[in-house]
């Protein structure tokens, strides 16, 4: 039970109006894409680095679990809450502090949301890579925690990569300011890595140095078709050996998922038809449009003379990329099929057939009707997989888990690719991570958190 | 001492070829380049990470200190032992697992040589782009314990980025196998970050799996004059700007490393008049050479007509581009001063002048004839400078450490920016690093490593 001494004590530290308690905090939801109302008693609601540490020095006191929040739109109950556990909201925390232009970094509050990061760039002439399609909520301290991916990981790599320097909070409230500038920074160990992608569990970060890119002057975008998987994964290997290595995008959809996202009611028409099997969208971010265009096309022309695809529609104009790109994004059509459950895997690209081959041959031991819809960032050996067996009762939900899952094992493949573990995934580590990998990660977490406040029960344990 | 019962157990481990004693040891220098023998009693030589895991079990129940060895082609002395010490080499570790090509990965041992890898990379038409000048001695384990940087990470990244998967074996032998071959997996911790870049203090490095590259089709390269500092940091974002953030490398020279490496008795001649303040070597690896030449010499043309630069040389052929690039690598020209110090360090391109202005001003207090040449990696923050007060003794070297590194405080630059730590620069550290931050370092290492077996006294203690 929260203690009527903490909330006092934290009280002092951040005045009233750093604090929600009762019905402002149960009527809020427990995340973006979740009906429930948060369970919790308390919102703390820090402004600074500074405030954050002082309540943190008062949870580790009264030995308070907390939880993390930033935009609520993670996929994976990394912010869920139980009634005796404390928030701690990044909300107040959303200052953009710099703009370097020419040493070409920004420094933010981890409040910040991730589409005014990338406004503010554009507004100085600039370009944040990162994106992803909660980027109007989600906050770039909950992209750090989660090291989110997207759509442009091939080119630019994951938030891991985007972030030069770093300031987090440990357990017992020390600052650990790592607002590292610099490209390059071997001064002593890299101790920013400890909390991009932990979920919370080892400090809660406070602040990022962010690197900013050079915006692109061309987007060649097309949609394509091929015939078989092999073909696919030989297409992205001559587009990319084509482009010397600097392809931006290249997403997979099989066929369920691209007639599904191209029918009606979905607003999308088919700007291929619909009859085969792969569907890849391309796309090539480069320096000159009249030159870059004039390359892509040759790069498809010779595709179609290797026998790679046998469709291709470019996109001439911007208004035209945004319609191939909007066909990949309206995941949405999937509720279709009823209630669903959403995977995030990845495997070698050379494993993925007999992959899926693998899950739905385990599901059709389960059920006679189901759907397993396929997409994803191949490129980066992500794949999503949509499955639908008409229920989602605790019991469906499981043996689905087991179908996408356990196949994975054999493949030496991941649970989660970009959503993170969380507490959906927690059960299902084991199949990616060796015991000796899971006792580490246990020790780094008790010599950080010994009492176990910061966001217990994610991930492991 | 080391005991005689430890190596009874050793050899029964790795039999007697696996150890070297006496002259076999001392035989061998310190470093490649260093005159010393190594001062060490034994070498042992695993196999496989099976061998390095059971005597390091070995070391730590004697709790024997071990160092472990690569290509000793490191500047911070982090591969130096004493007498008590006991040398871990990789240098029989030396097996490329596997180059998937579909997959676009390659898994080496540690003891793999660079080269061997850009060589293996290339023969499967793939691109490793990872290069340094010692790429024919060091060995991809210490690349990744030191987190090599080089002349690409502005379009690349560090070592760092480059390895998805790793292997690493901890103080008390245990096995940590993260041999991820995905460009996303956000399963749990990133553990692999502890051992990049931590100089075999945290574990030692028995396998990595690197990410491979499509081979650059193009390579447009120049050598530009400019008058100012201000104009070199605005043609930075100039020419990555035109480039829509796809420029490869800027390398600037101060004019006094210029006139070194391009008059007698340096082989080199100037491309370009020796009149100028600063010389910059860029490089744009494309796609397509027609193309892209033409696009390099408009953004050229531009810089010349927005006064940015004053002079420029392009190079027309693979041969022209060596040799632009043999003046910028002819570091060795700088032993004609005499004893000289190397420094590495970074900080944020906006406070490069005035920053160089306060080391030779702090130097010119101490001497009256002093060299302090400049030169490096300006794109990724990184300087190296080179200062010759006529002596090496070491009160001189502490001295040009002092006025190197501490004006590096006030602009919150690193004391290492590709080099690491090591014994040479660990008393530093704390200029570049927090109180908090070095707390936790440690805190990292004994929780680790409690015997304090790893790399002892290396980076910090």
Redesign the interface.
């Known amino acids: 039970m929260v203690e009527e001494k903490f909330i006092k004590e934290v009280t002092s530290v951040l005045g009233e109006k750093g604090i929600l308690l009762g019905s402002e905090v149960t009527e809020r939801k427990a995340g973006i894409w979740i009906e429930e109302p948060i369970k919790s008693k308390v919102i703390l609601r820090p402004r600074n680095t500074e405030e954050l540490s002082k309540i943190l020095i008062v949870c580790n006191k009264f030995k308070q679990p907390i939880v993390p929040h930033g935009g609520l739109t993670g996929l994976v109950e990394s912010a869920i809450t139980n009634e005796e556990e404390v928030i701690i909201s990044s909300e107040r925390m959303i200052n953009i502090e710099e703009v ?6 920004l420094t933010a509050q981890a409040g910040v949301k991730l589409q005014t990061i990338q406004e503010e760039a554009e507004s100085k ?1 600039m ?1 944040f890579p990162l994106d992803l399609g909660a980027r109007g909520s989600c906050t770039i301290g909950g992209n750090a925690s ?2 989110a ?1 997207g759509n442009r ?2 080119r630019y ?2 938030t ?2 985007l972030i030069l320097g770093l300031e987090a909070v ?1 357990a017992d409230g ?18 920013k ?2 909390f ?3 979920e919370g569990t ?1 400090g809660i970060i406070s602040k990022v140095v962010l690197r900013l ?6 987007q060649n975008t097309a949609l394509l078709a091929a015939e078989s998987f092999q073909q696919v ?1 030989e297409l992205l ?1 001559h587009i ?7 392809l931006s995008a290249f997403e997979v959809m099989w066929r369920d998922f691209y007639l599904l996202v191209t029918s009606p009611p979905a607003i999308n028409k088919p700007p291929i038809d619909q009859k085969y099997p792969y569907y890849i969208l391309v796309e090539y ?4 449009q009249a ?1 870059d265009s ?2 892509f096309n040759l790069i498809l022309e010779k595709a179609l003379e290797k026998n790679l695809i046998t469709d291709a529609v470019i996109a001439k104009s911007e208004s035209d990329r945004r319609k191939l790109w909007a066909i990949r994004d309206d995941v949405e059509q999937q509720y279709q099929y009823g209630p669903i459950k959403i995977f995030d895997v ?5 494993c993925m057939e007999g992959y899926i081959k693998d899950v739905r041959k385990k599901m059709s031991e389960h059920w006679k009707d189901f759907h397993c819809t396929v997409f994803g ?1 191949l ?4 794949l999503h997989i949509i499955t639908a067996v008409g229920g989602n009762d605790p019991s469906s939900i499981s043996k689905m888990e087991e179908c996408v899952y356990e196949p994975l094992r054999s493949f ?10 969380g507490l959906e ?1 927690k059960n299902y ?1 084991g199949i ?3 015991d ?6 246990k ?2 977490k008790n ?2 958190d010994p009492n176990n406040i910061l966001n217990p029960g994610k ?2 344990g």
Chains 1, 2 share one sequence.
Request: with cysteine.
């Open positions: 370097d232009v020419t040493g070409r970094t002439g370009f989660t090291n991916g990981v091939i790599g994951m891991r990569e440990l020390k600052i650990i300011s790592s607002m590292n500038k610099m490209l390059k920074n071997n001064a002593g160990y890299d101790l890595q400890l991009i992608g932990s080892l890119q050079e915006k692109p002057l061309s994964s290997k990319d050996s084509m482009l010397g290595g600097n971010s480069g320096s000159d030159k004039e390359h990845s495997l070698p690209i050379n960032h490129a980066d050996c992500n030496r493949g991941s649970v989660s690719a970009e959503h993170g573990i995934k580590l990616s991570r060796t000796e990998e899971l006792a580490l990660m020790s780094l010599n950080l991930i492991f």
